[in-house]
């Protein structure tokens, strides 16, 4: 089914591993021109490069850390100059995690998850602003965890569950202009970060969290871009200041 993305234009943070590659590389396959970024060099970043290469169109990735507001300024700025000074689609992918007993949550472990999974997303959005306009969609990519809390994550859960409100709000206060602000919630997801784990670890995992799904498996990052896309259709042009479960009905 063509959805009429060829030739909009997008920004992915995040988009070399995981969650954000597959919605990278199945928005090239719909003809979107996609933008990308890394914080750190690696394989990860020259393989997707040419993949994107072998798929075609104007597609970059490029060096941002995006916990340093003038790199995401920089960022914005390039995606401007490559993309003629627009921007059709925004999904706010790039997260970081890491699993600490509230306890020993130190302050500045807080603070690293919330400069990336909040400010960050609130700093791309503030400086996309001047490339957006009426039939542009924002997207955040947020988890299901919030929603039961996961021991451990106390400073994750809290960014995801703020970054909710953050969308809903700019659903509000930019409607009249037409810009779209939506929140895609996911499951879990099968990435290559499950791939690494060790086989027995991995196979528990796998009939652990597929048994709590409607479906009775693990979702894809493929199935994630599906959701993307529609959000960056007009298929979907009546939809904002929702949160969208992808998770197979997990509970």
Known sequence: MDLGLTGKRALVTGGTRGVGRGIVL?????????????????????????????????HAVLRADLTDPQQISGLLEQCGDRFDGRLDLVVNNAAAIS???????????????IDTNLTAVHLVIQNALPLLGEGSSVIGVSSKSIEVGIPTRAHYTATKAAL?????????????KGIRFNVLSLGVISTEALDAMPEEQRALMIERY???????RLGTPEEVAGAVMWLASDLSRYVTGSVIGVDGGIS
């Open 210 to 216: 597929s048994g709590k799904t409607c479906l009775g």
């Open 99 to 113: 699993h600490v007993p509230y306890p020993k949550l130190e302050l500045a472990e807080w603070q690293r998850i």
């Open 26 to 58: 199945e928005l090239a396959k719909a003809g979107v021109d996609v933008i990308t970024n890394y914080r750190q060099e690696g394989e990860n970043v020259v393989s997707l490069e040419h993949e994107l290469k072998q798929i075609g169109g104007r």
């Open 164 to 176: 909710h409100g953050l969308l809903r709000t700019l659903a509000r206060e930019f409607g009249s």
